[in-house]
């Protein structure tokens, strides 16, 4: 290991990830993750949910073109489910505006909508087997000590997990 990276200290995974991710993201779709890691605030509570950024199409570079220099917007097409396409299309004059002011430039003139699902199909969860025997008795020692409810039920089923999982490998 490096001098400078013992100096810097801990750098957290989503800044190892979005080094890797966002060269992949601009190359395929002009995107990166800053804009789909803030697309809920961008979208607002109204589309939030039912619309995810897909790629924006940047027009080819004026110069090479031979038209006039300077900078073009881009189209960004977003997935939206079902009938909700049709409001996002009457709100689309904000969304272009959130977005642009996202990117701090005129980054965004036109909205392509496709219709198609945007959130994957939840998995049903299945229920975990409580803990018997020690397992159980070491779990309770381990959160007895919890004020919150919550967060004692959250351990709880951290731990049930954890312990679940050794009991399987040995």
């Given at each position: 290991m490096n001098q400078e990276k013992a100096r810097r200290g801990v750098v957290q995974i989503s800044e190892v990830a979005n080094g890797l991710i966002d060269p992949v993201l601009a190359k395929r779709a002009g995107i990166n993750t800053m804009?789909?890691?803030?697309?809920?605030e961008i979208a607002g509570p109204e589309f939030a949910d039912c619309t995810r950024p897909e790629k924006i199409a940047w027009p080819r570079r004026a110069s090479e073109m031979?038209?006039?220099g300077g900078h073009q917007p881009g189209v960004l097409t977003v997935a939206c489910e079902g009938a909700r396409a049709l409001f996002l299309t009457h709100a689309q004059g904000e969304l272009i505006?959130?977005?642009?002011?996202?990117?701090?430039?005129?980054?965004?003139g036109q909205v392509r909508i496709v219709q198609k699902p945007v959130a994957a199909a939840p998995k049903?969860?299945?229920?975990?087997?409580?803990?018997?025997?020690?397992?159980?008795?070491?779990?309770?020692?381990?959160v007895e000590g919890v004020e919150s409810e919550a967060l004692k039920a959250a351990l709880r089923r951290l731990g049930t997990s954890v312990f679940s999982s050794r009991r399987k490998e040995t």
């Open positions: 804009l789909l890691g803030s697309w809920d031979g038209g006039e505006q959130r977005i642009n002011g996202f990117f701090g430039f005129y980054a965004i049903p969860s299945r229920r975990q087997r409580p803990l018997v025997g020690e397992p159980a008795r070491k779990l309770e020692a381990m």
